[in-house]
């Protein structure tokens, strides 16, 4: 499988953005799909995820209200609608897949496949 995220890019706080995950290969047993984010000198740290069969999502509390994650219907693609930017959202982000169930889909260890990661800045 691989994974090709597009959409980053620089605006100002309150602004959106779209990102953009496309996935490639053998798709048909990916199970969930999640962004994860990394900022200058911090830790990877996830950001939303999505069951793909069941459509359920889960969110970390600092982008609940303003981040949506939802699939693409027609490809294997979930796309990251984020609103409400605010400049501690200036990061690298990066979408990830994996095949069947894991025990904690926030864990970046859990995931098969990742994708090149796409800058997203954010100014005040």
């Known amino acids: 499988v691989q994974l090709q995220a597009s959409g980053g890019g620089l605006v100002q706080a309150g602004g959106s953005l779209r990102l953009s995950c496309a996935a490639s290969?053998?798709?048909?047993?990916?199970?969930?799909m999640s962004w994860f984010r990394q900022a200058l000198g911090k830790e990877r740290e996830f950001v939303a995820g999505i069951n793909w069969s069941a459509r359920t999502t889960i969110y970390t509390d600092s982008v609940k209200g303003r981040f949506t994650i939802s699939r693409d219907n027609a490809k294997v693609a979930v796309i990251l609608q984020m609103s409400g930017l605010k400049p501690e959202d200036t990061a690298v982000y990066y979408c990830?897949?994996?095949?069947?169930?894991?025990?904690?889909?926030?864990?970046?260890?859990?995931?098969?496949?990742w994708g090149q990661g796409t800058q997203v800045t954010v100014s005040s």
């Open positions: 990830a897949a994996v095949n069947g169930r894991v025990e904690n889909p926030t864990r970046e260890d859990e995931y098969e496949y």
């Open positions: 290969g053998p798709t048909r047993r990916i199970y969930r």
